[in-house]
């Protein structure tokens, strides 16, 4: 068994209020985990309205099998977020 945990730092254009941010962090969890089946949470910059850090982990038989989600993943949020940063650790 492989834990995966993948930590993107994301600036997110266009939002004016913190309203705004939580909408598009609510909505990039919930399609995260319902098409790759991952937990995500927003892990920092709460406060912050253009910049949050979200997290996602990922339990898989293997550490490819693993690698293959948290790819996939990234792919998506890259087209709803501009990623400042990132980096992936397995367990």
């Known amino acids: 068994m492989v834990v995966g945990v993948v930590v993107w730092e994301l600036h997110i254009p266009g939002c004016a209020s913190l ?7 609510k909505s990039l969890k919930d399609r995260l985990h319902a098409r790759f089946n991952v937990s ?10 253009q910049r949050a850090e979200l ?14 989600v948290l790819s ?3 792919g ?3 087209g709803r977020a501009r990623i400042i940063d ?3 650790t397995f367990y």
């Open 86 to 88: 990132s980096y992936t």
């Open 55 to 68: 997290s996602v982990a990922v339990v898989a038989t293997d550490r490819r099998q693993a690698q293959s």
């Open 19 to 25: 309203k705004d941010k939580r909408a598009v962090v």
């Open 40 to 49: 995500a949470a927003e892990t920092a910059h709460q406060d912050l309205l």
């Open 76 to 78: 998506m949020v890259e």
């Open 72 to 74: 996939s993943a990234d």
